[in-house]
């Protein structure tokens, strides 16, 4: 199960990430994406590009993390397209009277 979530690193880079480990001021992040603003929009690019593939996964001491929190449905819909199942959950829809 993916436990996205954004992190804002005192560089000023804000990351989106999965994290696998949260304890004793650790934070244990994968398949790490940068946010690039694009004007009114923005991209995303792989954060720490040069780390082994084979053992993705970074650990932050959160004394270097501003804030940490949850992803809008849609940037975490289309990161689990890139790394997730490939599940893509429908819109929801709603009835409206």
């Known amino acids: 199960m993916i ?3 954004l992190l804002r690193i005192i560089t000023g880079e804000e990351i989106i990430a999965d994290v696998v480990n949260f304890s004793n001021g650790l934070v244990t992040v994968k398949n790490a994406l940068v ?3 694009q004007g009114q929009q923005f991209g995303f690019m ?3 590009s040069v780390i082994d ?3 993705p ?3 932050l001491d959160m004394k270097h993390v501003v804030y940490m929190a949850e992803v809008h449905p849609r940037i975490q819909e289309k ?3 890139m790394f997730g199942s490939d599940l893509t959950l429908p819109e929801e829809k709603k ?3």
Request: hydrophobic share 45%; aromatic share 10%.
């Open 57 to 59: 996964e970074i650990t």
């Open 95 to 97: 009835l409206i009277l």
């Open 46 to 48: 792989q954060w720490a």
């Open 79 to 81: 990161y689990n397209s």
């Open 3 to 5: 436990d996205l979530k």
């Open 53 to 55: 593939p084979e053992q």
């Open 35 to 37: 946010v690039l603003p």
